[in-house]
Nanobody
Framework: QVQLVESGGGLVQAGGSLRLSCAAS????????MGWFRQAPGKEREFVAS????????YYADSVKGRFTISRDNAKNTVYLQMNSLKPEDTAVYSC????????????????????WGQGTQVTVSS
C-alpha cells in the first residue's frame, strides 16, 4: 500500500498561484495513474486532474482547465499540481490519489479508479 502526503497548500489572494506536491512512499507510483481531488465545505469530493502512469496524458475538470497543470516526477515518486489564476471557488481541501490498477490503459478520473488517498492540504483563496 502506498502512502501519500500532500503539501503546499495555504492562503492566497484571488489571482494568485500555489503549487501542491504529493510525495509517495511505500512503493513506486511509476506504474500508476495519479490524480488530484478536492472537497469544499458542505460539498461532495470532486475530481480536479489526473495524469497517466507514463505522464503523457492529462485530464482536467472543466472548472480548472487552462488554470491548473498536473505533472509527475517518477524519479522522485512525486506528483504536482500547479494552480494559477486561483479563484475563491477553488477553496477546498485538496487530496492526491494513486490509481487502483497498474499500467491502466483508460483515463482515470472517477474516485473508483483510485485506491490510495492522502489526507489532504487546505487551499484557501480570498477575494
Amino acid at each position: 500500500q502506498v502512502q501519500l502526503v500532500e503539501s503546499g497548500g495555504g492562503l492566497v489572494q484571488a489571482g494568485g498561484s500555489l503549487r501542491l506536491s504529493c510525495a509517495a512512499s511505500g512503493r513506486t507510483i511509476s506504474a500508476y495513474d495519479m490524480g488530484w481531488f478536492r472537497q469544499a465545505p458542505g460539498k461532495e469530493r470532486e475530481f480536479v486532474a489526473s495524469i497517466s502512469w507514463k505522464g503523457g496524458r492529462t485530464y482536467y475538470a472543466d472548472s480548472v482547465k487552462g488554470r491548473f497543470t498536473i505533472s509527475r516526477d517518477n524519479a522522485k515518486n512525486t506528483v504536482y499540481l500547479q494552480m494559477n489564476s486561483l479563484k475563491p471557488e477553488d477553496t477546498a481541501v485538496y487530496s492526491c490519489a494513486a490509481g487502483a490498477d497498474p499500467f491502466y490503459s483508460a483515463i482515470s478520473y472517477s474516485e473508483r479508479d483510485f485506491s490510495s488517498w492522502g489526507q489532504g492540504t487546505q487551499v484557501t483563496v480570498s477575494s
